[in-house]
């Protein structure tokens, strides 16, 4: 049930990540860069519908699709997964707009207010539910949520967005129409990494299903979700922190190249030192970790949770080149390095599927991040460096 459920949330994640990674990134990269509040409001327009757009038209695809994918998990499970997936991108939407606002406080109750769709879920498989019914839940508590949004981004705007129209001048048509070409430009992003990583883990867990048992990838996925604690918080802090300030640092030009370069060192300081420590501490301790958040069932070695743990540390390592790759707007570099990470991780345990052991998953995971990291990196400083030659 843990690896169906995280199969279901591979597929919400499908749906909303194609907004979440392309364009809702370019929206907090780029409201950095705006001054006047009515250009916020456009931009703020322009994002929601490039976003619900790209998420509406994944979620149909997958609703057409659910009807021939054959499987312990019923098609309909699928289309709950592809409705909550949707619904998903307009609380979404406000975040990375107050991202860029830096307004991190309101982003914390948002964040806490969210929160419950999934405690509501825990709360709901502690009662014994079936997964349909948990997927019923998390669909009914994301739409009260997505209904409270959808009001309070109507009063943001001033009644602009998603019910009136903006003013009919020629110059908000022409403001609008080039925010959307800006916001656009992250559309292939977003569907390169919303579409392929979500797909590279359903294509993962099968295979690991049909070479070992799902009973085995239960306890994979059971160590990777009590690594989300470092990784989740990590991803949080370059987001929330540094991805507004990378923004503002390249958007300044040649005066800023030099802070730009700082703020990847600081961000590489103060994510990867700690992740470092708190990763050793789950791998010292992830006997009794996985024990307490799922049961003693859930149990792998100690060399299949050291290749994970340093695999989960590069993966960190590469998102801070990441980031900076999408405050430079290297939507293409972006997009060719994606196949880098869990895709390619997917296609090495397709090349080694014979012989698979948990270890050796755990140690593919580790080298297809080590790759990951050495494009992203090499990636920006190549970019950094032709920038500066054209800002000379």
């Known amino acids: 049930m843990v690896a169906h459920w995280a199969q279901l949330q591979s597929v919400v994640e499908l749906v909303n990540s194609v907004a979440l990674a392309g364009v809702l990134q370019g929206l907090t990269v780029i409201i950095t860069q705006v001054r006047e509040s009515r250009n916020e409001h456009r931009l703020l327009h322009a994002a929601l519908k490039l976003g619900l757009g790209t998420s509406l038209a994944v979620a149909l695809g997958v609703v057409l699709v659910a009807g021939h994918i054959q499987g312990d998990i019923k098609p309909d499970l699928f289309v709950l997964a592809a409705l909550a997936g949707a619904i998903a991108v307009i609380p979404a939407t406000l975040n990375a707009y107050w991202l860029g606002k830096h307004q991190q406080q309101r982003m914390l109750r948002l964040a806490l207010l969210t929160s419950a769709v999934l405690l509501a879920a825990a709360v709901g498989a502690r009662l014994g539910l079936s997964l349909r019914e948990l997927m019923w839940v998390q669909c ?36 609008e129409a080039e925010y959307l070409r800006k916001l ?55 987001s929330l922190v540094f991805l507004p300030r990378l923004g503002s640092a390249f958007d300044i030009g040649l005066g800023g190249a030099m802070q730009f370069g700082k703020e990847i060192v600081r961000g590489a300081v103060i994510v990867l030192i700690p992740a470092a420590c708190l990763l050793s501490v789950i791998y010292l301790n992830q006997h009794a970790i996985l024990a307490t958040l799922y049961d003693a069932r859930f149990f792998v070695s100690d060399t299949t949770a050291g290749f994970f743990m340093l695999g989960s540390w590069i993966r960190i390592a590469s998102w801070v080149f990441l980031f900076g790759l999408f405050a430079a707007h290297r939507t293409r570099l972006i997009m060719l390095g994606e196949v880098l990470s869990l895709p390619l991780y997917a296609l090495l345990l397709w090349m080694f599927d014979t012989g698979m052991t948990l270890e050796l998953s755990a140690l593919l995971y580790m080298v297809s991040y080590f790759v990951y990291l050495a494009f992203t990196a090499a990636s920006l400083i190549f970019s950094l460096r032709n920038s500066h030659i054209g800002q000379r």
Request: aromatic share 8%; charged share 15%; glycine share 12%.
């Open 140 to 175: 009914a508590v994301l739409a009260v949520i997505g209904a409270v949004i959808w009001r309070y981004l109507r009063k943001l705007s001033g009644g602009e967005l998603l019910g009136r129209k903006l003013p009919s001048t020629g110059d908000a048509h022409k403001e």
């Open 184 to 238: 656009a430009r992250f559309v292939p992003v977003g569907l390169a990494i919303g579409i392929m990583s979500p797909m590279s883990m359903l294509l993962v867990r099968g295979m690991l299903s049909g070479a070992l048992s799902w009973d085995e990838v239960g306890y994979l996925q059971a160590l990777w979700r009590s690594t989300e604690w470092v990784t989740a918080s990590a991803a949080g802090v370059l």
